[in-house]
């Protein structure tokens, strides 16, 4: 198997970036191989075509509000160059999405997101929204306000969705690809009270979207049709005997959609989730994730392996996955990352 290659994006200290890994699975190594810097660097997304990566980043030393979304040309071989950056609006950008002419990203503190137009180029030309909720939960616990955790696109390319922790719910605005987002949602698919909406993945079907709750410690299953979400299923992540502090961060599904996993923090593990046909989920088990504070996972190499950045423990996991009718997924590697690592994105298949 030839060499793969992982993003991941760290937050803290001197080594705040894009840290490169390199990972052999034949030799069994695993190396930081390259390092781009960033300041409070937190997500990362690529373009359509891979030939672009777009990263979020929350230091004050640049621009006033503290956030800002940078572009990087990504090589044949993986290097990076970095292009340019635009100000977000607003104070701790977490999270970022592309459509075919705008970036989107979510500034979780300033109660904000915002739209930036791409150049021809494939950098970023300018903001041209920045849009703001407006209300609160009834529950204080880091609800005091909106707090925009995630954006991204419908399978349609019809919305584009905000997953708002603070409102308890996933707005979906009108998306034009020349003209960019509707100032106002066209619909609002609320959770239940103290669930703290954080990420959601939509199914290939484009038909249903998973939600993971990061304060009630579940995954929430919603049909998705034209424009709308209606409530499914919500199912626990954590195991019953448990009952140690614990918060919900990552959300993916295989490639296959047969399994939904979700990161836990305190629990310190990956949950997992067996889809059924109806599209509901049945808890399957867990697995460990090799380090404390599992804030983001991904699937890569043909979902034979699994990459876990533990924010609590300054580490990268591999594990590897089940074969040979094994069950359990296998600790393969640890790479200290000093920087807090915060997401990861494996590179796009050659």
Not at 320 to 326: L, V
């Amino acid at each position: 198997m030839s060499v793969l290659l992982l993003y991941i994006a760290a937050a803290g200290g001197d080594q705040s970036g894009i840290h490169t890994l390199e990972f052999n699975p034949d030799q069994g190594s695993l190396r930081d191989q390259a390092f781009a810097p960033l300041p409070g660097a937190g997500y990362l997304v690529f373009s359509k075509d891979g030939t672009r990566m777009y990263a979020t980043g929350s230091g004050k030393a640049k621009y006033e509000d503290g956030g800002e979304v940078a572009a990087f040309s990504v090589a044949a071989d993986g290097g990076l160059t970095y292009l340019n950056s635009q100000p977000s609006g607003g104070a701790s950008t977490c999270h970022l999405a592309v459509s075919d002419n705008f970036v989107y990203c979510a500034n979780y503190s300033s109660a904000s997101f915002a739209e930036i137009k791409l150049a021809v180029d494939g950098s970023l030309d300018r903001r041209t929204k920045l849009l703001r909720h407006e209300g609160r939960s009834v529950h204080p616990t880091r609800q005091a306000a909106p707090h925009p955790h995630f954006v991204g696109v419908t399978p349609d390319g019809r919305y584009v969705t905000v997953v708002d922790l603070g409102c308890e719910g996933i707005y979906l605005y009108p998306l034009d690809p020349a003209k960019g987002i509707s100032e106002a949602p066209f619909s609002f698919g609320k959770s239940a009270p103290g669930d703290g909406p954080r990420h959601l993945v939509f199914n290939a079907a484009g038909t249903l979207a998973y939600v993971a709750n990061e304060l009630a410690n579940s995954v929430s299953v919603f049909g998705y049709v034209d424009g709308t979400l209606s409530h499914r299923q919500t199912a626990t992540s954590l195991p019953a005997n448990f009952t140690g502090q614990n918060t919900v961060a990552a959300i993916r599904l295989s490639p296959d959609g047969k399994t939904l996993f979700v990161s836990n923090r305190g629990h310190d593990s990956i949950a997992l989730y067996d889809v059924q046909a109806s599209g509901l989920v049945e808890a399957s088990g867990f697995v460990g994730a090799r380090g404390m504070g599992p804030r983001d996972f991904a699937l890569f190499g043909d979902a034979s392996w699994m990459a876990v950045t533990n924010e609590k423990s300054d580490n990268v996991a591999i594990l590897a996955a089940p074969r040979d009718g094994g069950t359990g997924w296998e600790s393969i590697l640890s790479l200290p990352i000093s920087a807090r690592p915060i997401c990861v994105l494996p590179a796009l298949p050659k």
